[in-house]
Every structure is written in C-alpha cells, then in structure tokens.
C-alpha cells in the first residue's frame, strides 16, 4: 500500500508540472478589425481592450465606477394601491388588462437603471508601421497581458499591455530591436461630451461627467490621466497629445479614477486619486511592477488547472481552431476556454470593487445593450458559476456586497411598493442599487424576497434566507 502511495504521488506530480508546464493563449495573425476581436485585461477596476493595429494602437478603456445618473431609488408607490387591482384582474383571467395596467402603474416612473458606460479610448499612432509584416498578437491566460509584435524596415516591435493589479493602472511597454527607434504620438478620446482634455506638466489629462438618462442628471465626475517613462531620444506633453520621439524603449501609463465612494456617496477627488495612482506606479521599476502584477494574477489562476491532453494545434490561429473544432474535436481548446472563463472572472470581479457587470467590466459604448447593468433573474448568478467550482471564492465578494446593499434598497422599496416587512429586489440593479420593477411587466415583475413576506396575488411568499429564486408577479 506505501509503495502504491508513493507512485501515486510521483505520478500526480508528473501530471502536475505537465499541466503547469502547458501554454495558454488566444493568439492571431491579424490586428483586431472591430471591438469584439480584441484582447480584454482588466484588473477588477480597470478594463482594456486591445486592438493591437500597428500604425494606430486603439485601447478601449473602461473604470467600474462610470455609470450614468446619480444616487437615487425607482420604486413606484403607484403599486401600493394597484397590485390589488392587478391581481383581481389575474382572477378574472382578464391577463392582457393586468399586464398592462401593472406596465402603468408598477413599473418604476422614474428611470429603469442606468447604464454602465466607457470611459473612452487611447489611440497611439507609429509613423509608418502601416507596412507592417510577420504579424502576431496575443492573450497571456497565464501572465495576464497582450503582446504585438510586427516588422518593420528590418526592425522588430513590440507592445506589451497590461492593467496592473498591484499599482492599478494601464501599462503598455514598447521596445525594439534596434536602439532609438520607437517614436510615438498618444492621445485621449471619448464619446462623452463636454470633456476637458489637456497637458498638466508631463501628464495628459480627461476631465469628463457621466450621461444623463431617463432624466437623471449624470454627477459621476471622472479623470484619466497619462504619462511616459522612457530611454534615450525625446519626450514631451503639449495640447493634450503625449509624444515620444527616438527613444530605445518606453513605458507608458494609464490611471482613471472617479468621485464614487459607494452607491450613496459621490463626494470623492477623482483628480487626486487619478494622480495618486498614476505617479505611485511610475517611481517603480517595470519589471518589478509587471512581476507584480502576474504574481496577483497566478495567485488566483494557478489554484487550478484542467489538462485535456497537448496541443495538437499549436501553430494554428485561435480564430481558426474556434472554426475547425466541429472537425477537430480539439481538446486543448476546450481547456484554453475553460481557463479564459476563469480569468475573465479574475479579471472583472475583485474584492472591494463592483460585481462582473452584464458584460463584465468592458464596454465601449454610453448606452450600451440592457445598459450593461446586472441582470437578476440570471445573468448576474451566471457571471458568478465559476466562482466555487474552479476555487475562485474571495472573487463573489462583491456580489455578496450588491445582495447586501440592494437589501437596504430593497427594503424601502417593500414599504413603497408592497407594503411589506422584509425588502425586494425586482429583475435588474445597478451601481445606485435600484430596486423597484423596471422595463414592461412581462420582463421586469420577477420579484427577489428575503427577510419577511411579500405578498403577491393572493400568494404569500415567505423565505428565511438572504436570496432566492426569480418567482413572477402574476401568478394565477
């Protein structure tokens, strides 16, 4: 029996350094061409989507905390009186009429949510690489960064992007193979309208306010801020653009920050807090920020691993292995995605931040579809299934933090809406933690209950635990 215990061991180890041994990565022969092809890092607060376009670099950027509207609460006491009357009209089997009077008298008068919304892009543009060659980028599921590499005139370059989990900023280093041959012009934008953008010494500066929606002023006041370290040649910050010209390599970053406190609370500095990070990160040598980074990053990757077997197909593009597998049946994939829902997660859903959003953490546009908010009656749950069965459980804390405080919320809505004890929580919230029934009826009334009764057509719904199953309002 011991000498069976030892080749056990022996053989799990084998198998372990195996898996650890193992490469995982979304790679391309080809710059990104539209936002879905590019490469997502995030860091729980920060996100970026990398296109990798050699002439024109485009970064997509992303805060957790940029959302439309300011705090408020949407229940509709217009319900008090009609659930009643509602639920009379289920009786009578009259189901048309109840939908449509509880679309007019239960649904939120107000606002139904905001939308989560982009911060903007940064654009980084390469004199003459558009006669680019021997092209490659790729997805580190195991460092947690993007890679482009490209030719060009006989000069190798590279890009090396990541969003620092331990000095929260953007970084993107550039290097190449030949001394002073990196020159650059980088520049903020943004959908948002009226934004400040501007040079501050050796930074670069976007000053902007969140949207209104539905009639609810935007108070969310943001600020990115940008700057470079570099070797050799020349830098300079003037009208808003950071450009850089012959130098051997550099390092540029990226910090955005907001006046969010909490759901209550927009009484922060988000000036301050964009310098605080931003000048922090660059007194630290890059090296030692980037082995920073991925050891917080494999401190929660490297917990599992799933080995399906080598990599059959290992000179063959991502996009194309997604397209061949019906042919295929290519195992190393199925593991490759099994890692980069585990690292979407880790990446979108830190403690002490905001939950994964409808889409995560990454979002281009102001409105987006749904308004990227957190769709209760699924969606939210299923950002959150990995969390447990792959031994990434600190990452449902914030989670646990929105059930908590959409309890607070969601018990003035009860009172408002119900006239019920205990508190609510309808289909969909967002960063005010909303709680009253949005959209029509047949989408928006699948009522949350904790902590007390709430009464539905003539059904009483009682539960002792902090959440439960989506139950519809008009039940028969």
């Given at each position: 029996?011991?000498?069976?215990?030892?080749a056990?061991?022996?053989?799990?180890?084998?198998f372990?350094?195996?898996?650890?041994?193992?490469e995982y990565k979304?790679?391309?022969?080809?710059?990104?061409?539209?936002?879905?092809?590019?490469l997502p890092?995030?860091n729980g607060?920060?996100?970026?989507?990398?296109f990798g376009?050699?002439?024109?670099?485009h970064?997509?950027?992303?805060?957790e905390t940029i959302?439309?509207?300011?705090?408020n609460?949407?229940?509709?006491?217009?319900?008090?009186e009609n659930?009643p009357?509602v639920?009379q009209?289920v009786?009578?089997g009259?189901?048309?009429?109840?939908?449509?009077?509880?679309?007019?008298?239960?649904?939120a008068?107000t606002?139904?949510?905001?939308?989560?919304?982009?911060f903007?892009?940064?654009?980084?543009?390469?004199?003459g690489?558009?006669?680019?060659?021997?092209?490659?980028?790729e997805?580190s599921?195991?460092?947690?960064?993007?890679?482009?590499?490209?030719?060009?005139?006989?000069?190798t370059?590279?890009?090396?992007t990541?969003?620092?989990?331990?000095?929260?900023?953007v970084m993107?280093?550039?290097?190449?193979?030949h001394?002073?041959?990196?020159t650059?012009n980088?520049?903020?934008?943004?959908?948002?309208?009226?934004?400040?953008i501007?040079s501050?010494?050796?930074d670069?500066t976007?000053?902007?306010?969140?949207s209104?929606?539905?009639g609810?002023?935007g108070?969310?006041?943001f600020q990115?801020r940008?700057t470079a370290?570099?070797k050799?040649g020349m830098r300079?910050?003037?009208?808003?653009?950071l450009?850089?010209e012959?130098?051997d390599?550099?390092?540029i970053y990226?910090?955005?920050?907001?006046?969010?406190?909490?759901?209550?609370d927009?009484?922060?500095d988000q000036?301050?807090?964009a310098?605080?990070?931003?000048?922090?990160?660059?007194t630290?040598?890059?090296?030692?920020?980037k082995?920073?980074?991925?050891?917080f990053?494999?401190?929660?990757?490297d917990?599992?691993s799933l080995?399906?077997?080598?990599d059959?197909?290992?000179d063959?593009?991502t996009?194309?292995?997604?397209?061949?597998?019906?042919?295929?049946?290519d195992?190393y994939?199925?593991a490759?995605?099994?890692?980069?829902?585990?690292?979407?997660?880790?990446?979108?859903?830190?403690?002490?931040?905001?939950p994964?959003?409808l889409q995560?953490?990454?979002?281009?546009k102001?409105?987006?579809s749904?308004?990227?908010?957190y769709?209760?009656?699924?969606?939210?749950?299923?950002?959150y299934?990995?969390a447990?069965?792959?031994?990434?459980?600190?990452?449902?804390?914030?989670?646990?933090?929105l059930?908590?405080?959409?309890s607070?919320?969601?018990?003035?809505?009860?009172?408002i809406m119900?006239g019920?004890?205990?508190w609510v929580?309808?289909h969909?919230?967002?960063i005010?933690?909303v709680t009253?029934?949005?959209?029509?009826?047949p989408?928006?009334?699948?009522?949350?209950?904790?902590?007390?009764f709430v009464?539905?057509?003539?059904?009483?719904?009682?539960?002792?635990?902090m959440w439960t199953s989506s139950v519809?309002?008009?039940?028969?």
């Amino acid at each position: 029996m011991k000498i069976k215990w030892i080749a056990g061991g022996l053989l799990w180890t084998s198998f372990y350094l195996q898996a650890a041994a193992q490469e995982y990565k979304l790679w391309y022969d080809t710059p990104a061409h539209v936002w879905t092809e590019a490469l997502p890092l995030g860091n729980g607060r920060l996100g970026a989507m990398v296109f990798g376009n050699p002439a024109i670099e485009h970064i997509q950027l992303n805060e957790e905390t940029i959302w439309a509207g300011q705090p408020n609460n949407n229940a509709n006491p217009d319900a008090l009186e009609n659930i009643p009357k509602v639920r009379q009209l289920v009786f009578e089997g009259k189901y048309q009429e109840a939908q449509t009077l509880a679309t007019e008298k239960v649904m939120a008068k107000t606002n139904s949510g905001m939308p989560y919304q982009s911060f903007g892009d940064l654009h980084i543009s390469f004199p003459g690489h558009a006669r680019y060659s021997n092209y490659y980028r790729e997805l580190s599921l195991d460092s947690a960064r993007t890679v482009v590499r490209y030719d060009v005139d006989g000069v190798t370059y590279q890009r090396e992007t990541l969003t620092s989990f331990a000095d929260q900023v953007v970084m993107i280093r550039l290097t190449a193979s030949h001394p002073g041959k990196i020159t650059c012009n980088a520049n903020f934008t943004t959908p948002h309208q009226d934004v400040m953008i501007a040079s501050e010494g050796e930074d670069v500066t976007l000053s902007g306010v969140s949207s209104l929606h539905e009639g609810l002023k935007g108070k969310v006041a943001f600020q990115g801020r940008m700057t470079a370290r570099a070797k050799g040649g020349m830098r300079q910050c003037r009208d808003g653009v950071l450009s850089i010209e012959g130098v051997d390599e550099a390092v540029i970053y990226v910090s955005i920050a907001t006046n969010f406190n909490n759901y209550k609370d927009i009484t922060g500095d988000q000036v301050e807090r964009a310098k605080n990070y931003l000048h922090r990160a660059i007194t630290k040598d890059y090296q030692a920020s980037k082995q920073a980074h991925v050891s917080f990053f494999k401190k929660y990757m490297d917990r599992v691993s799933l080995n399906l077997g080598t990599d059959k197909y290992a000179d063959v593009t991502t996009d194309m292995r997604v397209q061949n597998f019906k042919e295929t049946h290519d195992n190393y994939l199925v593991a490759t995605y099994f890692r980069f829902g585990r690292y979407l997660l880790i990446c979108s859903s830190q403690p002490g931040g905001q939950p994964a959003n409808l889409q995560g953490i990454w979002n281009d546009k102001l409105f987006p579809s749904w308004d990227s908010k957190y769709t209760c009656n699924i969606n939210l749950e299923m950002n959150y299934w990995p969390a447990e069965v792959t031994n990434l459980t600190e990452l449902h804390e914030p989670l646990m933090q929105l059930i908590r405080e959409v309890s607070q919320t969601g018990r003035e809505s009860a009172k408002i809406m119900y006239g019920a004890d205990g508190w609510v929580l309808h289909h969909n919230t967002d960063i005010w933690r909303v709680t009253g029934a949005i959209d029509k009826a047949p989408s928006g009334m699948w009522p949350r209950v904790a902590h007390g009764f709430v009464v539905i057509c003539g059904s009483v719904i009682s539960t002792r635990v902090m959440w439960t199953s989506s139950v519809p309002l008009i039940l028969s």
